[in-house]
C-alpha cells in the first residue's frame, strides 16, 4: 500500500477543542487530484423502522474499518454519517480503496441483507461545480482523532452517488472486505435522564457566515460547555450483557473463510469471557477493563462537522424544549435549517483493531433513526 492518504492525514494541524471546526484556521484543503470514497444505505429509514438499526449503522461503519484495515492505517480523513460514510484518499489508493468499497457493498448485499451504495467522485469534479473539500483533525482523546469537513463537497459527493454518477459496482458473490475488529457488543446506551437527541444543523442559504455564532449558542444549549462536553456515555464507559444483541452481525462480519456457524461459537465462548472481564473488572497482565471501558467513552464520535454540526446528546425534558426553541426560531429567521431524532437510547458500534491500544474507535448513533431520521426530518 502506498503512505499518501495516510501522510497527509498525519500532516494536518490538530484542533485540541472541537469548536475549533467554527473556526478557519486549522482547515487544510485536500489535494485537487484525491478522491472522495461515499457511501450509504438505501432505505436505511424503513430498515431502522423494522428494527435493523444495528445492521445499518454496521454496514456504514463497515467501510471505515474495511479502509482502514486494506490501507494498513487508522489515518484516515472520514466521517460516520448513521447509514453510510466518506472517506478522502490519495489517487495512489485508488485501486484498493475501489476494491475494498466494491467488497463491502456486495458483503452487506449478502450478509446483511440491505443495499449499500458507493462511488468514488473525484475532488476536482465537485471543485468544478463551485463546492470544495476542506479538512481539519480534531481531538477526540490523546488517542485518537476525528475530522471534521468544510466546502460543500462531501455533501455534493452523496448527491452525486445517489444519482447514480461515479458508481462503484459490487464485486462477485461471495467476496469478503476485510472487516477484523469490527463488533457491536455494547448494550444500547441509555441516558440517566431524559431523551438522546440525534441533530443535523445547517445553515440557512447565504448565512454561512453567521453561523458559528448561531452554532456556538446550539453547542451551548447542549451541554457542552459542561465537564465531558455534553456526551451520552457514562464516564465509566459503558455496558454490556452476555450473549451480546450485535453477535450475530459480528460473526457474519468476522468469519472470513471458516464457516458462519464456527465463528458464531468461538463468538459466543469469547464473548462471554470479555462480558466477564469487564463486568468484573479482571485486570489480565497490561490489560485493565476499567481503563478500556473510560476509553471507549473518551474515543467516541458524539459530536462531528461536515458543512454544519452532527451531535447526538442526552438532554432533559427543560433543556430539549429550549434547545428545539431556539431552533425553531433560528430556522423561522432563514438562519438555519436543522433536523431531529428524539429517542430513548443509543447504539455503540466499534472499530477495535487491538484491545491493548488505545486507539479504539466508537462510533455512536441514535436507536431510534438516529442521523438518517433527523436527515430526512430537515427535508420535510
Same mark, same amino acid.
Given at each position: 500500500m502506498t503512505a499518501a492518504t495516510a501522510e497527509f492525514t498525519r500532516s494536518l494541524p490538530v484542533g485540541g477543542e472541537f469548536r475549533t471546526v467554527l473556526e478557519d484556521g486549522l482547515y487544510r484543503p485536500a489535494p485537487d487530484d484525491w478522491l472522495i470514497a461515499v457511501s450509504d444505505v438505501v432505505g436505511s429509514r424503513k430498515a431502522i423502522a423494522a428494527g435493523q438499526y444495528k445492521a445499518v449503522n454496521m454496514a456504514g461503519v463497515a467501510v471505515i474499518s474495511a479502509l482502514m484495515n486494506a490501507l494498513d492505517t487508522q489515518a484516515l480523513p472520514y466521517i460516520f454519517g448513521g447509514d453510510g460514510a466518506a472517506i478522502i484518499c490519495s489517487p495512489a489508493d485508488r485501486d484498493v480503496v475501489a476494491d475494498t468499497l466494491a467488497k463491502t457493498v456486495a458483503w452487506v448485499k449478502e450478509d446483511l441483507g440491505l443495499t449499500l451504495r458507493a462511488a468514488l467522485v473525484p475532488i476536482s469534479a465537485v471543485r468544478a461545480e463551485g463546492h470544495d473539500v476542506l479538512v481539519q483533525a480534531t481531538r477526540v482523546s490523546e488517542a485518537v482523532n476525528n475530522y471534521a469537513f468544510r466546502g460543500g463537497g462531501l455533501t455534493r459527493a452523496e448527491a452525486l452517488m445517489k444519482?447514480?454518477?461515479?458508481?462503484?459496482?459490487?464485486?462477485?458473490?461471495?467476496?469478503?472486505?476485510?472487516?477484523?475488529?469490527?463488533?457491536c457488543r455494547w448494550s444500547p446506551v441509555?441516558?440517566?435522564?431524559?431523551?438522546?437527541?440525534s441533530i443535523i444543523i445547517e445553515p440557512g442559504e447565504g448565512r454561512a457566515a453567521?453561523?458559528?455564532?448561531?452554532?456556538?449558542?446550539?453547542?451551548?444549549?447542549?451541554?457542552?460547555?459542561?465537564?465531558?462536553?455534553?456526551?451520552?456515555?457514562?464516564?465509566?464507559?459503558?455496558?454490556?450483557?452476555?450473549?451480546? /444483541?450485535? $453477535? &450475530?452481525? *459480528?460473526?457474519? %462480519?468476522?468469519?472470513?473463510?471458516?464457516? =458462519?456457524? !464456527?465463528?458464531?461459537?468461538?463468538?459466543?465462548?469469547?464473548?462471554?469471557?470479555?462480558?466477564?472481564?469487564?463486568?468484573?473488572?479482571?485486570?489480565i497482565g497490561t490489560f485493565s477493563a476499567r481503563h478500556y471501558k473510560e476509553f471507549t467513552s473518551l474515543n467516541t464520535d458524539?459530536?462531528?462537522?461536515?458543512?454544519?454540526?452532527?451531535?447526538?446528546?442526552?438532554?432533559?425534558?427543560?433543556?430539549?424544549?429550549?434547545?428545539? /426553541?431556539? $431552533? &425553531?426560531? *433560528?430556522?423561522? %429567521?432563514?438562519?438555519?435549517?436543522?433536523? =431531529?431524532? !428524539?429517542?430513548?437510547?443509543?447504539?455503540?458500534?466499534?472499530?477495535?483493531?487491538?484491545?491493548?491500544?488505545?486507539?479504539?474507535?466508537?462510533?455512536?448513533?441514535?436507536?431510534?433513526?438516529?442521523?438518517?431520521?433527523?436527515a430526512e426530518n430537515m427535508k420535510s
Open positions: 444519482a447514480g454518477e461515479y458508481a462503484v459496482p459490487p464485486a462477485p458473490p461471495g467476496s469478503r472486505p476485510d472487516l477484523t475488529g469490527l463488533s441509555k441516558p440517566e435522564n431524559g431523551k438522546i437527541v453567521s453561523f458559528p455564532q448561531i452554532a456556538e449558542k446550539l453547542l451551548d444549549l447542549a451541554g457542552m460547555r459542561l465537564p465531558r462536553g455534553g456526551s451520552p456515555m457514562p464516564a465509566g464507559g459503558p455496558t454490556g450483557r452476555w450473549p451480546p /444483541e450485535g $453477535l &450475530e452481525l *459480528e460473526a457474519r %462480519a468476522t468469519r472470513g473463510t471458516h464457516p =458462519l456457524a !464456527v465463528r458464531r461459537a468461538g463468538l459466543y465462548l469469547w464473548t462471554f469471557l470479555s462480558w466477564f472481564i469487564m463486568t468484573f473488572g479482571v485486570r458524539y459530536r462531528k462537522f461536515q458543512d454544519g454540526l452532527r451531535i447526538t446528546v442526552s438532554l432533559g425534558d427543560a433543556e430539549l424544549g429550549k434547545l428545539t /426553541e431556539f $431552533l &425553531e426560531d *433560528e430556522r423561522k %429567521a432563514k438562519n438555519l435549517r436543522y433536523g =431531529l431524532c !428524539v429517542q430513548d437510547s443509543a447504539i455503540l458500534t466499534c472499530y477495535v483493531p487491538s484491545v491493548t491500544s488505545d486507539s479504539h474507535f466508537h462510533f455512536l448513533d441514535g436507536a431510534g433513526g438516529g442521523y438518517a431520521q433527523a
